[in-house]
């Protein structure tokens, strides 16, 4: 009977450690891009493996990719309810990825994405200034800030890309970026 009394603490104890060793904060990833599938979960354009793309993982691991912050966006908006698990966006200079609420972003409507937003981000402030300084043109904006955006599309930017396929869809000055025709 002692031998009982002694192990059978100890043995709830460690039965509660495991529980609660299991429930800790899921780690969320992002995932490589894929061109040759991954169709962007608003526009159904294809997302291309660029500075552009970005996607979110939900809390039940389901995963959506999109050709353009703007329309991550959306795409949250419109499923505002249900549980998200985390969101990431790339580097403009090196496109790795990073945590959306970690990222700093420039807006402009002069800047040319897929969808027209005019949204880029970079992994630091510094980056962002670096890039407004040598564009001469954007506002840094920080995730929170970014949350009050008022998303507008540049229907002048989209009507030149319709009319000049890939080339409409450079980026500004040295910070060119290759895009599909999106047909």
């Not at 002694?6 to 894929?34: D, H």
């Not at 291309?48 to 908006?77: H, P, S, V």
């Not at 549980?83 to 966006?89: N, P, Q, R």
């Not at 807006?107 to 980056?127: C, E, L, N, Q, W």
């Amino acid at each position: 009977m002692n031998a009982k009394r002694f192990w059978m603490p100890i043995a709830a104890l460690t039965l509660g450690a495991l529980v609660m060793s299991g429930c800790g904060a899921q780690k969320y990833e992002a995932r490589p891009i894929n061109e040759a599938v991954d169709i962007c979960a608003v526009c159904n354009m294809q997302v291309k493996d660029d500075a552009f793309a970005t996607q979110l993982t939900m809390a039940d691991g389901k995963n959506y990719k999109f050709d353009d912050i703007g329309c991550m966006e959306q795409w949250e908006r419109e499923h505002e309810k249900e549980k998200l698990g985390m969101d990431f966006v790339r580097d403009y200079n090196d496109k790795t990825w990073i945590e959306r609420d970690k990222a700093t972003y420039v807006h402009d409507a002069s800047i040319r994405t897929p969808m027209a937003y005019g949204v880029i981000s970079f992994k630091d402030k510094t980056s962002a200034e670096e890039f407004v300084a040598k564009e001469g043109a954007g506002k840094i904006m920080s995730a929170s800030e970014l949350e009050n955006h008022d998303w507008k599309q540049n229907k002048d930017m989209m009507m030149q890309h319709g009319e000049g396929g890939a080339e409409g869809m450079k980026g500004m000055g040295g910070h060119q970026q290759e895009q599909s025709d999106h047909k």
